[in-house]
């Protein structure tokens, strides 16, 4: 084989790994891109409009999340939660900065039992942009917003984000169907209804002395 060939083909399989980077590299982009979104750009505009410097810090944010143990909220946990956000929207009505700020604890609550590492407020940001991006987003936009001085339609657009990421992180969004939905509409539905059959249980008693006591007098001959 001449010297012209070779040199020929060493430049043909320079071309073709160079493409196949190039190819990687915008696949890996393309993949950050979507599965962080407007995460994604954020670092993007914060290293000047590189890339790669985005997609590396992405794919460390990566690593690190994976190291952590999380976990999926059991039915109980998902019916007890359900509850206390509801409680929540009721007192937006009276006390939107409260209900603000109760809505934030229990977002907090809820990843704590996740497992997120809620001590570490930048490790479970980090975990949330990675498991969550689309709500975080939002979440992340009204962060800077002061509870104790916003307006009520800053408060409203509040808790809109956060029960987008309460619903993300509780897997109580609205639509989704399935049998771990219904066992949790059970267990919800049947924590409301345990008072009242609390209450049947102790009248019990009382109904079978009454039903005795009526039985004595039919059976008593009269005078």
């Not at 509850?83 to 939107?96: L, M, T």
């Not at 977002?107 to 997120?116: C, F, P, Q, T």
């Not at 509780?170 to 919800?188: F, K, N």
Request: hydrophobic share 40%; aromatic share 4%.
């Amino acid at each position: 084989m001449s010297t012209g060939a070779i040199i020929g083909i060493v430049i043909a399989v320079i071309v073709v790994v160079a493409i196949a980077v190039v190819a990687s590299t915008a696949m890996r982009q393309a993949r950050l891109r979507r599965q962080f979104g407007p995460e994604y750009d954020r670092l993007v505009e914060k290293h000047g409009g590189n890339k790669r410097k985005a997609a590396a810090e992405l794919t460390e944010r990566e690593r690190r999340v994976r190291a952590l143990n999380l976990r999926e909220l059991t039915p109980e946990q998902q019916a007890r939660y359900s509850g206390d956000w509801a409680a929540v929207q009721e007192r937006f009505v009276d006390s939107p900065a409260e209900a603000v700020g109760a809505a934030h604890t229990l977002i907090w609550n809820v990843m704590r039992d996740r497992g997120y590492p809620a001590d570490d407020r930048n490790a479970s940001m980090d975990a949330l942009a990675v498991h969550h991006s689309r709500a975080f987003e939002g979440y992340r936009k009204v962060q800077a917003v002061p509870a104790d001085s916003a307006s009520t339609e800053q408060l409203r657009e509040s808790m809109i984000h956060y029960r987008a990421l309460f619903e993300d992180l509780t897997g109580l969004r609205e639509g989704q169907a399935g049998p771990q939905r219904d066992r949790v509409a059970e267990i919800r539905d049947g924590s409301a209804g345990a008072p009242a059959a609390e209450n049947r249980d102790a009248a019990a008693p009382e109904r079978d002395l009454a039903a005795e006591d009526g039985s004595r007098a039919a059976d008593t001959p009269r005078r």
